[in-house]
């Protein structure tokens, strides 16, 4: 039986052998045709080229800040449009990220993922290491939260682009970005024309149920030309295939020395099926006021609620797609997310004027069962110890941002691009678990308490200048100025604390620094369709405060961690921890060839990783956050788009990355050349997508993905447990009718692909008994019907 990594190394020699044969077939003459044919850009944001629909179309992104195009934007990004989204089935960012190359994720549900690009992956730390933006408000809140590192995941309905800026973005887009930035760039109201539409999803999963979805679009010219109004609503509901069992009373198996009992034999008293439940709903607006032609205010904001019954996660012993309770323990989760901006942008004598004001506001519940956990703690074999155990999280996050922009326009030989940024963030992690059977044990309920106001402010100078050396080389440098200050105050109690019982201690951690982020870009575009450069660039990421490890005696958790430090020299856990930081060296280029109907990018890069944040994880179950270690990360991204025939398109995407760290830390417990955590070493991708047209307005479209994601390592207990590599495969086809009409019918993960995404973190701690692992959704077949007004 051939391996997956076989079919892959198989299925990249296939693209490369069709490359090469394209290549071959391309003459002179037609290389001197692509060099001498035009490329229009004067199209809006996001706007496809529609010169001709037998040549791949380009979309117009605004990566640099500035309107450009992929083609000439230096450095590696994929772009793609909301309509082509919307064709592939994406209706939300997590689902989609899994075709991009080079960037990877963790989730353990919606709204609870978290990015790496290019293996800069965050395994410790508290701010991500990947800007997630939403228009040009930043969403990536660096907080010492529960989910701090999480990201938001917006519905993809309505959408004008998504844009994935690979490699530092430290200039342009701060603090959160040294492995790159995400962008989703939302449709605006049109103060010129009405239009409307409205689309339902309905679908079944295996091992699960009906699915649905509802989603609708208005947009209303208010007033012509001056001001227009644009409203977006989604309802989406998952039913969930996961099962929570809850076994009789009594009956749950304790520990067999250091394993865990034989759960999947034991008697069921109930079992809910369908656990993961989702629903979720969204409401988006904008207003926008074009009082001159020089002059755009838009006011916007966002409604999002999300609500889960459970985690997306089973339990790796014994690897059914189940979670076992000893009692009756629901683990509901619950997002409520508020979001408001002011865009203003005024244009005068050459030069943009731009101002975003943003303010964002988030709520994140949610509940695990920790009756196992307390076994642990107490060094017991049976869970009956002292009844049901909760261990009940809230996050609460409050973020406003200012930025000040101005940007030279027109096509000189020399571009500017200054601005300011300001945000103040505040946020408040709390976790409690109360067991009230445990007074009559050792005198009080309360096992664990723990608040966390955390204050992060961040200012920053920024600015970019580019000049045309010759028609075909120009050079670009970049510079940010930042600075921050952190304020993180840890109140703990409890018997799994420091403290060991209800004495409260309190621990305060105030940490700032300052520097500069620079960036260097050479390009040489001898025509249109080719594109070569060279960029050096440095990224970073805040430092933060640490909780406290217990050490206490009352405990065996609070015993063991104590030799844990004694045995890397400590007699505590640290209390708080550095910047990370790192240099990039990126060099891609950008080919067009056969008129356009063949587009290859393709970038090597090496980055430099020094202090980086890593987690240490203790065999008590807790653990601190310390910068230990170094790595270099080696890698190379290559996308292919062709135009195969009219109407047939072939897109395909390889990304591998070497990331291994060449200095380890004992705290760690790393050696150097050792996997960096979450990242896949491959991941690789490829549609095929065919539209024909039919008699009269009806056409017929068509399309099918293959998703690769190879083996990665994940903190689970201790660090560096694997998780396998899987592949996906999704089908779409259906027809329109004109643009008023279209009907799809679509199967997801045809071959019903169970994959253990990623460990998820436990709130109480992890446990050396078993993992959970979230995992993707089984085979889900499904109709959407669409209607354009």
């Not at 838009?298 to 009692?327: C, K, W």
């Not at 270099?632 to 990304?655: K, Q, Y």
């Not at 690769?708 to 998780?723: C, V």
Request: contains cysteine.
């Amino acid at each position: 039986m051939v391996s997956v990594e076989g079919r892959l190394r198989e299925a990249s020699m296939l693209v490369a052998a069709s490359v090469s044969a394209i290549m071959g077939a391309v003459s002179p003459a037609m290389a001197a045709e692509n060099a001498r044919s035009p490329d229009s850009s004067a199209h809006p944001p996001g706007g496809e080229q529609q010169t001709n629909p037998g040549v791949l179309q380009e979309i117009v992104v605004t990566a640099e800040r500035r309107e450009s195009t992929v083609q000439k934007v230096s450095g590696s990004i994929t772009a793609v449009s909301g309509e082509e989204l919307r064709e592939r089935g994406f209706t939300d960012f997590a689902s989609f990220a899994t075709t991009v190359p080079a960037l990877s994720s963790g989730t353990s549900g919606p709204g609870q993922t978290e990015f790496n690009l290019r293996g800069v992956s965050s395994p410790g730390g508290n701010s991500a290491t990947v800007g997630f933006y939403l228009d040009d408000i930043p969403l990536t809140a660096a907080a010492n939260s529960n989910s701090g590192k999480v990201v938001v995941n917006p519905n993809l309905y309505d959408l004008n682009r998504v844009e994935v800026l690979r490699g530092p973005q430290g200039t342009l887009y701060g603090s959160s970005s040294m492995g790159g930035t995400i962008r989703i760039i939302t449709n605006q109201p049109n103060a010129e024309d009405y239009d409307a539409s409205a689309q339902v999803s309905l679908s079944n999963t295996n091992g699960g149920g009906f699915n649905h979805t509802e989603s609708g679009i208005v947009n209303l010219p208010l007033v012509r030309d001056t001001l227009g109004l644009r409203l977006v609503a989604t309802r989406d509901t998952v039913d969930g295939w996961i099962h929570r069992i809850v076994i009789v009373p009594g009956a749950f198996p304790g520990l067999a020395g250091s394993e865990r009992g034989d759960v999947a034999a034991a008697p069921v008293a109930r079992d809910y099926a369908h656990s993961n439940r989702t629903e979720a709903q969204t409401v988006r607006g904008a207003l926008r006021y074009e009082p001159t032609d020089n002059l755009d205010i838009t006011p916007t904001f966002l409604y999002q609620h999300v609500t889960q019954a459970g985690p997306s996660a089973f339990d790796t012993e014994p690897g059914t797609q189940a979670h076992y309770n000893a009692y009756d323990i629901p683990e509901p989760y619950r997002e409520r997310l508020l979001l408001g901006s002011l865009n203003v942008e005024y244009r005068h004598d050459g030069v943009s004027f731009a101002s975003n004001t943003a303010l964002f506001d988030r709520e994140q519940k949610l509940t695990q069962d920790a009756t196992e956990a307390l076994m642990f703690v107490f060094g017991e074999t049976t869970p009956y110890l002292a009844g049901p155990v909760m261990f009940n999280a809230q996050d609460d996050t409050r973020q406003f941002s200012q930025e000040f922009r101005a940007t030279s326009a027109g096509d000189s030989r020399f571009k500017w691009l200054i601005g300011a940024f300001y945000s103040d963030l505040e946020s408040r992690g709390a976790n409690r678990s109360q067991v009230p059977g445990l007074v009559p044990i050792v005198g009080t309920a309360n096992l664990f308490f723990r608040t966390q106001p955390y204050a992060l402010k961040q200012a920053a100078l920024f600015g970019e200048a580019s000049y045309m050396l010759t028609p075909e080389w120009k050079v670009t440098v970049g510079l940010r100025g930042y600075r921050y200050e952190t304020d993180v105050t840890t109140k703990v109690s409890g018997l799994a604390s420091v403290t060991g019982g209800d004495d409260l201690n309190i621990q305060n951690v105030n940490a700032k620094d300052n520097g500069a982020n620079p960036r260097l870009d050479l390009t040489y575009a001898p025509s249109d369709d080719l594109t070569v450069y060279a960029t050096a660039a440095k990224g970073f990421r805040p430092g933060g405060g640490d909780q406290a490890v217990p050490t206490n005696s009352s405990t065996a958790t609070g015993v063991q961690c104590a030799a844990d430090l004694a045995a890397l020299g400590l007699t505590s856990s640290p209390t708080e921890y550095g910047p990370d930081e790192l240099w990039s060296y990126e060099l891609g280029a950008k080919a067009r060839f056969l008129n356009k109907r063949l587009s290859v990018y393709g970038a090597a890069y090496q980055i430099d990783w020094t202090g980086i944040q890593q987690g240490v994880a203790l065999s008590c179950g807790f653990g601190y956050t310390t910068n230990a270690g170094e790595a270099r990360i080696r890698g190379a991204e290559i996308e292919l788009s062709a135009m195969l025939a009219d109407g047939l398109r072939l897109a395909s995407g390889v990304g591998y990355i070497d990331g291994k760290l060449t200095q380890g830390s004992v705290a760690v417990g790393s050696v150097a050349d050792q996997r960096l955590q979450t990242v896949p070493k491959w991941s690789a991708n490829a549609g095929l997508t065919y539209t024909r047209a039919l008699a009269g307005e009806l056409s017929l479209f068509s399309h099918v993905e293959y998703i690769y994601t190879d083996e990665r390592f994940n903190g689970g207990y201790l660090a560096l447990t694997p998780t396998p590599s899987y592949e996906l495969v999704n089908a779409r086809a259906g027809v329109s009718i004109g643009r008023r009409w279209s009907v799809n019918a679509y199967v997801n993960n045809i071959f019903d692909e169970r994959a253990p995404l990623n460990f998820i973190a436990q709130q109480a701690t992890n446990l050396p008994f078993y993992d959970r692992a979230a995992t993707n959704q089984p085979l889900t077949v499904g109709l959407e019907i669409r209607v354009q007004y």
